[in-house]
């Protein structure tokens, strides 16, 4: 984009990923106006956002992407010239008892705020923006070797990474078909601050610090390629920026990690951190029965983003997980919080329930 957008949707701002998102754009760019578009669903947490929600160019409105009257009065009524497009049911586990909220959400909550920017567009896209974040689940699973790229074929397995690819599906159809200022990005597992301990990484330094068993799925053989969520932010910046309209770009570490070799190097942390005995935590380690479909190897080629864009990731996957082990060693309050459901009635009365 040639000229800076002025006013900026943001959905699922209260979630991991969002909440890094609006933290970033809030504080780099001041004269940009940023809307936190959120359900506040059991994912969603304005505790993430404590730090800069009195700032003057930041506002939460709470909404539910799925409600098309809802969302095209927002935007007729704010006239945002961009949407960064985080807003997603996000857990494959969930995704396995639950699909349908999958599909409702994540595909036609997507279609929803694709027909309100064209609406509202109406087909004059010069400094105007459509970004969806996606994920790299929905090029299916890799063996043992090669890795995914922007070409690789779609070939979703879970309900979530099906809704996803979806919702991809019908960003390049608006692009294709209205000439709608898309870009997507597909990245891959991120970790971090904030985020939502049914995750494998916050779920194991939970379980850990709390003397619990730590759930291995299967054999633990599984492959991630792990991205500290704030490398994860600042590509989405760069990408909003600098993205010709109709493109895609892979976003990932280099670092792939078997799920069972991480859950040990997290408990070598954790007993440093908590002064126990080298070994004591990986006693909590406890194979469980395998997640259904589990694909096993996720891996990114970023060469794109990398030579067109100039992105890289800032730290190494070591410093990351000692800062992020330190993050929630620190935040303990926050920890319990949402392990205990109470961060729901922090915002009950303020935002009542649309
Ligand atoms: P999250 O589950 O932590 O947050 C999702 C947010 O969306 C929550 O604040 C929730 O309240 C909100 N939300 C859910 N349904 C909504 C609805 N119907 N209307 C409005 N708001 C709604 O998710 P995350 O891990 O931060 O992921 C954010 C995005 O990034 C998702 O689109 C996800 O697919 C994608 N992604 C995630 C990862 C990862 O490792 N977590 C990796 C690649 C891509
Ligand atoms: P998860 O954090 O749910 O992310 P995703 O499924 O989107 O990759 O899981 C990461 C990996 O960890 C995945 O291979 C499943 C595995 N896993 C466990 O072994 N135990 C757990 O308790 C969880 C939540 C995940």
Redesign the pocket.
């Known amino acids: 984009m040639n000229t800076p957008a002025k006013k900026i949707i943001i959905t699922g701002g209260a979630g991991f990923i969002g909440s890094h998102v609006v933290r970033r754009f809030v504080t780099n760019y001041p004269d940009y106006q940023i809307i936190n578009l959120d359900k506040l669903t059991y994912a969603g947490n304005l505790a993430n956002l404590k730090d800069i929600e009195h700032l003057p160019n930041y506002r939460f409105v709470k909404g539910d992407i799925v409600d098309i009257a809802f969302i095209n009065s927002l935007f007729e009524q704010e006239k945002p010239d961009a949407v960064i497009h985080l807003a997603a049911e996000s ?3 969930r995704s396995i008892t639950n699909p349908l909220e999958f599909v409702m959400t994540n595909v036609v909550g997507t279609v929803n705020l694709l027909n309100a920017a064209k609406n509202l567009w109406k087909g004059n896209y010069e400094n105007k923006r459509f970004y969806h974040v996606s ?1 790299d ?1 929905v090029y299916g699973t890799l063996g043992e070797t090669d890795m995914f790229r922007e070409d690789t074929a779609y070939d979703p397995h879970s309900p ?1 990474s099906a809704s996803k690819a979806g919702s991809d599906h019908f960003v390049r159809a608006y692009h294709d078909t209205y000439g709608l200022n898309t870009v997507i990005s597909n990245c891959s ?1 991120n970790y971090g601050s904030y985020h939502f301990p ?4 916050p ?2 330094i939970h379980n850990i610090t709390q003397n619990k068993p ?5 054999k ?1 053989e ?1 492959v ?1 390629d792990w991205l500290w969520v704030e490398d994860h932010a600042r590509a989405i910046d760069v990408i909003f920026h600098k993205a010709a309209a109709g493109t895609t770009y892979n976003i990932g570490g280099h670092n792939e990690w078997k ?1 069972i070799d991480l859950i040990h190097l997290l408990c070598n942390i954790l007993d440093r951190k908590l002064g126990r005995e080298q070994g004591e935590s990986a006693k909590l380690i406890t194979y ?1 029965t395998d ?1 259904a479909g ?2 096993l190897r ?1 891996a990114i080629d970023a060469t794109k983003l990398k030579n067109e864009l100039g992105w890289e990731p800032s730290i190494t996957f070591e410093e990351g997980l000692e800062k992020t082990v330190e993050w929630y060693l620190a935040n303990q309050k926050w920890l319990d919080d949402v392990t205990s459901g109470h961060y729901q009635d922090y915002y009950k009365e303020q935002y009542a329930d649309r």
Request: cysteine-free; proline content about 4%; charged content about 25%.
């Open positions: 857990h494959v586990d994920t689940e979530y597992n049914e995750k494998l990484i779920l194991a730590v759930p291995v799925y299967g633990g599984n991630r799920n469980v997640r589990h694909d996720y």
